[in-house]
Structure formats: C-alpha cells, structure tokens
C-alpha cells in the first residue's frame, strides 16, 4: 500500500487545512487509516483514525472537537478537516495505514508540514 498526502502549509492561529491523504494497492475493506503527527522535540503523537467499512472513528483529546476526519471508499482517500488551527498544532502530519487492528501502522506516507503561526 502506497499512501500519498497533501494540504499541508502554512496558516494564521484560528485558521483551518485539509489534509487528504490517497491510498494505493491493495486495501481492504477491513482496514482504517488515520494520521500521525510529531512536533520538534515531541514524541509522535496519534491523533485519528477511520476504519473504512463502518466509518468508526478515534481522536485524541488534543484535536477533539476542531479536527475531523472522513474517507470517500470510491477514491480510497481520507480526509482530515482541521479547524481553529493552534500554534501548538505545528507539525509534520503523517497520514497510516492499518491492514488490521493493532497499535503500530502497517504502512507510513511521506509526511505533509503544517505550520500555525500565532
């Protein structure tokens, strides 16, 4: 499975990004997919998930309430709708894919940078 993501930049505190995140291969309806993310001298942090069948959703505590995520099966993209940006959201975004339920990710895309400034 290939996982190609994009949306990253740079956006004012209080501002919103979309970030999507399209995977390739072979993918199971099984499966969920999610975002990773890891600040300058932080730990990386899990922050979603999505599983692609029934659509049962995770999020931190960090991002409750002010980010989203969402998936179209038909393009086998998930999508992660980020609201009332943050400084502390700052953050290299790395979109996972899991084959099945377990801790660690099966499969990493290549990172997206997202820079709030304050």
């Known amino acids: 499975v290939q996982l190609q993501a994009s949306g990253g930049g740079l956006v004012q505190a209080g501002g919103s990004l979309r970030l999507s995140c399209a995977a390739s291969g072979r993918t199971f309806s099984s499966s969920a997919m999610g975002w990773f993310r890891q600040a300058p001298g932080k730990e990386r942090e899990r922050i979603t998930a999505?599983?692609?069948?029934?659509?049962?959703?995770y999020y931190a505590d960090s991002v409750k309430g002010r980010f989203t995520i969402s998936r179209d099966n038909a393009k086998n993209t998930v999508y992660l709708q980020m609201n009332s940006l943050k400084p502390e959201d700052t953050a290299v975004y790395y979109c996972?894919?899991?084959?099945?339920?377990?801790?660690?990710?099966?499969?990493w895309g290549q990172g997206t940078l997202v820079t709030v400034s304050s």
């Open positions: 999505i599983t692609l069948s029934g659509g049962s959703s």
């Open positions: 996972v894919y899991w084959g099945t339920p377990k801790d660690e990710p099966d499969y």
